[in-house]
């Protein structure tokens, strides 16, 4: 074993001693699994999901399970890892695997950053542009929330970050599901897209797309930090983890359902063609007619509060990467690199101020979509190689814990995922480059 996982084999988590048996209450079962479902339900997921239904109507129901399952197994292993090693996958691919992931993981990261903070800051302004009526305009939107989220995160802590996060969790929540419920009228249509799988003609490659698409790519990383965050530790929580995660990706699935029922009624239905650019404000319109103030207010709430929460997701994990990179580059300790993967280290400071400034120029290219579809774009690249890496660690990595490593119909998934995500992440570049 080489030094990097002689280190790293001693180091993650620290021992909580009772802290580490003591299962956490059920009133915390939605806990940091929440908060990744948050993090990853971005502008792209409610375009996607908007553009689906105006083209489709109810066909594609069951790609967005289908999307949400394959986000729960690579998170459900993600965090299994972490309980068997009391590593992050991070440290995981430093130690067992070779030298080039960590240099290509550090590359992608930091185009990820520049795409994703990029995408969310314009989707936040748009957001904020719905709901003043254009007197926020769009781009100084996006500088305020970037602004905002940064110096939220830097001086409220954990605990605050999580109980916000939760209360845009809540709103988002009751608005998109409140206009969904009020615009439902096919019960039939949707049991029948939702369990009874069909491939449009001529759709197969956007039907993979709208797969690919929800739940987040790398803000699935996320989950092993907020674990420490919340001293879940040992394969005594393995059962509680299953159970955050589940109700994390079940509110995901639930919540790009929504949408997609919205644009069937209100596109699909009287046959309104819809394209990328005009989801979020020809939604809100539309809704404002069909449902009254009420209906146009709900989504544009709701649209804002999904992707402010998906920013402060995004704001608060992404710098521990970069500090856990950065205490894995300099062969810290498993002490020291445990001080510098908090948020009140330098390094953690450092990398929250590249992800709060980095997105401000593009506030000002005056082409919001673009920037959110080329996210998507990037986000599509990871997930392949995180499946291809949980197949290795999750099954050929030494394992002292009782926790149970891959099962077959696990390793199984996760082959899938790994096809299927290279055919995505492989057509999204070709689109992109037309």
């Known amino acids: 074993m080489s030094d990097a996982a002689q280190s790293a084999g001693t180091g993650g988590a620290p021992s909580a001693g009772g802290g580490a048996s003591r299962p956490p209450s059920f009133l915390k079962l939605a806990g940091p699994g929440l908060v990744v479902a948050a993090a990853g339900i971005g502008s792209g997921d409610v375009v996607a999901a908007s553009v689906a239904g105006a083209r489709y109507g109810l066909l594609l129901l069951w790609a967005l399970v289908l999307g949400a399952f394959f986000k729960f197994v690579l998170t459900e292993g993600i965090a299994r890892w972490q309980l068997a090693t009391g590593l992050t996958a991070l440290e995981g691919w430093a130690a067992y695997l070779p030298a080039w992931v960590r240099v290509y993981f550090a590359v992608y990261v930091l185009f990820w950053t520049v795409a994703v903070t990029a995408a969310l800051t314009n989707a936040t302004g748009l957001g904020m542009?719905?709901?003043?009526?254009?007197?926020l305009p769009q781009s100084w939107g996006a500088v305020l929330h970037s602004l905002v989220g940064g110096a939220f995160v830097l001086l409220g802590g954990y605990a605050r970050f999580e109980t916000l996060v939760k209360a845009l969790v809540a709103i988002m929540g009751f608005a998109i599901l409140a206009c969904a419920a009020l615009t439902f009228n096919d019960p039939v249509g949707v049991l029948s897209g939702t369990f009874v799988p069909r491939v449009p003609e001529g759709g197969g490659l956007y039907v993979l797309s709208v797969i690919g698409?929800?739940?987040?790519?790398?803000?699935?990383?996320?989950?092993?930090y907020w674990m420490r965050e919340e001293r879940i530790e040992g394969e005594q929580q393995l059962g509680y983890v299953r159970g955050d995660v589940a109700i994390a990706y079940v509110f995901t699935a639930l919540f790009g359902m929504s949408i997609l029922l919205i644009a069937n009624q209100a596109f699909f239905v009287p046959g309104v063609a819809l394209t990328d650019a005009q989801a979020v404000p020809l939604m809100a319109e539309t809704l404002g007619?069909?449902?009254?103030?009420?209906?146009?207010?709900a989504y544009s709430v709701g649209f804002w509060a999904a992707v402010f929460a998906s920013l402060l997701g995004v704001w608060q994990s992404v710098p521990y990467l970069y500090a856990d990179f950065y205490g894995i580059v300099k062969k810290l300790s498993p002490a020291e690199r445990e001080e510098v993967v908090k948020v009140t280290s330098k390094p953690y400071r450092l990398a929250l101020l590249w992800v709060s400034l980095v997105p401000i120029p593009f506030a000002f290219t005056g082409r919001p979509i673009a920037v959110i579809v080329t996210y998507t774009i990037v986000g599509s690249l990871f997930v392949p190689f995180l499946a291809a890496t949980l197949l290795y660690?999750?099954?050929?990595?030494?394992?002292?814990s009782g926790v149970p490593r891959n099962h077959w119909a696990t390793n199984a998934l996760l082959v899938v995922i790994l096809a299927l995500f290279l055919v995505v992440g492989a057509?999204?570049?070709?689109?992109?480059?037309?």
């Open 289 to 297: 007619s069909i449902l009254g103030p009420f209906g146009r207010w």
């Open 393 to 400: 660690l999750n099954n050929r990595v030494p394992w002292t």
């Open 427 to 434: 057509q999204e570049v070709v689109n992109a480059i037309r």
């Open 129 to 135: 542009a719905n709901l003043t009526g254009g007197a």
């Open 213 to 224: 698409g929800i739940g987040g790519s790398i803000t699935m990383l996320s989950y092993n």
